[in-house]
């Protein structure tokens, strides 16, 4: 992960956490059908991880969003 981009991972992380909420999963939940680590998407939530495109697609199909929505940082 390159740290110049850490904001970007950051709010990337908190647009996954917001969507995650609001579709009502709780971290353990979202990361079981992801087939990964809890402690990995903890992680990714806190912009600690990078992550794949084919985690991200597989994100995004999961939350039922876009990767548009995903990308969108407010």
Not at 48 to 69: H, P, Q, R, Y
């Amino acid at each position: 992960m390159n740290f110049e981009y850490s904001d970007k991972y950051r709010k990337l992380g908190q647009n996954i956490a917001y969507y995650r909420k609001d579709r009502g999963f709780t971290q353990m939940e979202l990361a079981e059908v992801l087939s990964i680590d809890r402690s990995h998407m903890s992680g990714i939530e806190i912009g600690a991880n990078g992550v794949s495109m084919d985690l991200v697609f597989k994100i995004c199909e999961k939350l039922e969003i876009t990767e548009k929505e995903l990308f969108d940082f407010r």
